[in-house]
């Protein structure tokens, strides 16, 4: 599959900058001033959801969720079970919405995330697992939603009005509240940390022009796929499915270790595989499967820090690198906050890619901003 150019065909990023104007790319461009108000406005909420749960704390965690938010939900399972060691379960919607089924849920808390707190199954999951006995928490970007309402705890993804069809800055608003919800869960997490989230979100976006320049090459791709293990799994989805939605590319997202059960079998010369490999203890399996796919002669790009040294040994070409030191915000810490910085290049990505290929990534065919579904 060859997926680049030879030369430039038609008028692209390079050649017009006015081209890197869109919705989508204004809102990624808000995240670090959306991640720096959600935690300046939210943080005394959650302190009283703290002490609530210190009092009684829950046996078990349900999230609920579709589409964006459902990725943020797979993130958010990885970080409450690691940070609190609390079971946590992704709930299916259609037990309630199509089987009717009644579940039992005391001494559960039960998570809704959605932008837009209209979704219809996911609150039709909260409703009865309030019903049921659960302690019910809403995470959405709009206060005068039904979720909002219907929530014993609301809180709230202060990121603003998203225009885009294509979300960006709730997504990362939503994975900033689920750190504070494993904090509010006794998670030994520092809210010094968390309060640097904006920092390195904003060092993710110095990478854009250079982010725009390596989409030309993919302009011609339609198939791919994006790897990802732990906490950066819920990234693989992400991506993926912002080049699906807004640059109509196939896109399949894998574990590293499911990836290699099977479907690697697909991977030829030039077939273009994304991953994320941060350092720390995912980095082993995710170089194995970066050698395994040069072998293969795949077109691989990494996601990864300039703290991961032995990425800074790879072929710079097939490497995107967020720095991983600010003047204000100090080095990028452990594994634990990748996500929000290392998804924002990905975001660019798509942005960048859909442009190439000619297309409005604000305005995806068959595509709403709200999606209602049972």
């Known amino acids: 599959m060859t997926i680049a150019a030879s030369r430039c065909i038609r008028p692209c990023l390079r050649c017009y900058p006015h081209k890197l ?39 078990m965690i349900v999230l609920a969720a579709r589409g964006t938010s459902d990725n943020a939900a797979l993130f958010g399972r990885y970080l409450l079970e690691i940070a609190t060691g ?35 199954d996911t609150n039709l999951v909260l409703e009865r697992a309030k019903e049921g006995g659960a302690l019910t928490i809403g995470i ?14 609301t809180f709230l993804v202060r990121a603003g009005k998203e225009k885009s069809v ?21 998670a030994r997490l520092k809210l010094d940390d968390l309060r640097r989230l904006p920092d390195w979100a904003s060092a993710s976006l110095k990478l854009e022009k250079e982010i725009a320049d390596r989409a030309e090459r993919y ?23 912002k080049m699906m939605e807004t ?9 590293s270790a499911d990836f290699l059960h099977g479907p690697i079998a697909m991977v030829e010369s030039s077939f273009p595989v994304f ?24 077109e691989t790009l990494l996601i990864t820090d300039a703290s ?45 890619l859909a442009v190439e290929k000619g297309l409005d990534p604000d305005q995806p065919r068959t595509l709403s901003k709200v999606t209602r579904t049972l």
């Not at 808000?30 to 046996?59: G, S």
């Not at 959405?140 to 705890?153: G, I, K």
């Not at 990425?311 to 594994?335: Q, S, Y």
């Open 308 to 352: 991961c040294r032995e990425a800074a040994a790879l072929d710079k070409r097939r490497v995107i690198t967020v720095p991983a030191r600010l003047r204000h915000a100090g080095p990028l810490p452990e594994e634990v906050f990748t996500p929000i910085p290392y998804i924002i290049p990905a975001q660019l990505f798509a942005a960048s």
């Open 140 to 153: 959405t970007n709009e206060p005068e939603s039904t979720l909002a309402r219907m929530a014993e705890y």
């Open 166 to 186: 294509a979300a960006t800055k709730t997504y990362t608003g939503q994975l900033l509240m689920l750190y504070l919800l494993a904090y509010a869960l006794g």
């Open 21 to 59: 104007m869109s919705k989508m790319r204004d809102e990624i461009r808000q995240q670090p001033t959306a991640l720096e108000r959600t935690l300046r406005l939210e943080l005394r909420n959650v302190e009283k959801l703290r002490k609530r749960l210190a009092a009684n704390p829950p046996r």
């Open 86 to 120: 609390i079971p946590v379960a992704l709930a299916a919607p259609s037990i309630f919405t199509l089987y009717g089924a009644t579940l039992r849920f005391d001494g559960t808390l039960v998570v809704a995330i959605s932008q837009s707190g209209e979704s219809t």
């Open 219 to 241: 302009r011609f791709m339609t198939h791919s796929v994006v790897v990802g293990r732990g906490l950066n799994y819920a990234n693989a989805f992400e991506f993926a499915l």
């Open 247 to 255: 640059c109509y590319v196939v896109a399949e997202r894998f574990s």
């Open 275 to 298: 991953l994320f490999a941060p350092g720390g203890v995912t980095w082993a399996s995710m170089k194995e499967m970066h050698d395994k796919l040069t072998s293969l002669k795949a």
